[in-house]
């Protein structure tokens, strides 16, 4: 915000239920309570703007055109794989778009995508995400990346960084040789960007490349992002509870994905089917910053989804037992922390990132998932979306 320019927010509900009105200045809280000549907004329940740190822009709405008759992992990589080839930039950076403002909609005001990158299609979608601009994107390498057969996927991510890539990753698991893979990314990383991987999106413990991750990124310069993590949360206690404490030390923060994870994984269990997530609760207590995500917005991966963080938080209070106070933070300053982005609070000098919505309480918000919203991004206004209900008579 340029020249000193305010915004007054009124009468609105903070998480304790309390009212106050909120002054936002150069794209701070400049002051939090009786404020007059503010906008009412009606006891709008406000909280810090949630984000989301991992999405598939470039997979986004594609589920109508791009099969996945198994409906498990390997069907929705096989369906993907022989599509993209066919894919322009154009059509790409469409879709991406589309889900971007649905994100924003819905509170999210900031979005780190994962972008296939790969000797099939290039640097193609790298390109139409970049240009959209906002956006944290983590160039997603092709395998394999160890070895001799790896060297032009290798090439690939090194070009991705130079084109605007943000973090670089891949997926260790589906590697010939997963710790060569770990190893080949951390070191194209290690003197420019983050990394964020794919890990263990599966319900086998073995192999457990989070693992092997943490063992490769301690002492790491850059920050390390662990994406699903499913197989932890199969293994039994002691061996779950040992890998969480080394990811912590490491440093490496874990993003839970429940949509993605809850349709794709336990299709082999015909009674009592896992439910895919992590282990949530053991790596918090080991340490870990748990975040948490969408993941795919209706691809062969996820065929349904609606861009909104509250979707995800209402999965991990379901599927995860989580409580609504740490499934929103999961999705708010969790995921800002591991995308590593200054924490949002509601108190003077804070960034400006907020999420006013018609609701009493973080529960309820959560809850109902209402679409009546008002997102403030850098101290302004960018987005509301107002609903109307006609009730005739007869």
């Known amino acids: 915000m340029a020249g000193g320019e305010e915004v007054i927010l009124g009468n609105l509900t903070l998480p304790d239920g309390s009212r106050a009105d909120i002054r936002l200045k150069d794209g701070r809280i400049d002051a939090i309570g009786s404020i007059p000549g503010g906008e009412d907004f009606g006891g709008y329940l406000v909280l810090p703007a949630p984000v989301e740190p991992h999405a598939h822009l470039d997979k986004a709405f594609s589920a109508d055109v791009v099969p996945n008759p198994t409906g498990d992992l390997l069907g929705a990589v096989k369906g993907w794989l022989a599509h993209r080839p066919t894919m322009s930039e154009e059509d790409i950076a469409l879709r991406a778009e589309k889900a971007l403002w649905a994100y924003l909609a819905h509170g999210a005001t900031v979005v780190r995508t994962h972008v296939d990158v790969g000797e099939d299609i290039g640097l193609r979608a790298l390109h139409a995400i970049v240009k959209l601009g906002g956006v944290q994107v983590v160039a997603f390498g092709a395998n394999p990346l160890s070895g001799v057969e790896g060297a032009g996927n290798r090439a690939l ?22 710790r060569g893979c770990i190893d080949a990314v951390l070191k194209l990383a290690a003197d420019r960007v983050p990394v964020d991987m794919h890990v263990d999106e599966s319900l086998d413990p073995e192999p457990c490349t989070l693992s092997l991750l943490a063992d490769a990124a ?33 440093g490496i923060a874990v993003v ?86 200054p924490e949002v609070a509601l108190r003077p000098g804070s960034p400006a990132d907020l999420l006013a919505i018609r609701a009493t309480s973080p529960r309820e918000a959560i809850a109902t998932a209402n679409p009546e919203r008002v997102v403030i991004r850098g101290g302004r206004i960018v987005a509301r979306t107002t609903l109307k209900t006609d009730w005739p008579t007869c």
């Open 157 to 178: 991510l090194r070009d991705a960084i130079d084109a605007g890539a943000d973090a670089i990753g891949a997926c260790p698991a589906l590697d010939p040789d997963p």
């Open 218 to 250: 301690t002492g790491f310069p850059h920050q390390v992002v662990a994406s699903h993590c499913v197989s932890l949360g199969m293994m039994p206690q002691p061996r779950m509870r040992e890998i969480a404490g080394r990811v912590a030390a490491a």
């Open 256 to 341: 839970c994905l429940p949509q993605t994870n809850l349709y794709l994984q336990g299709r082999d269990h015909a009674t009592s089917p896992p439910r895919g997530l992590t282990a949530v609760r053991a790596l918090r207590e080991a340490g870990v910053t748990v975040a948490a995500g969408a993941d795919n917005l209706q691809d062969p991966f996820n065929i349904v989804g609606r861009a909104d963080p509250l979707e995800t938080a209402a999965l991990l209070i379901l599927a995860g037992h989580d409580t609504p106070e740490n499934a929103y933070a999961a999705v708010s300053n969790d995921a800002r922390r591991a995308m590593g982005l």
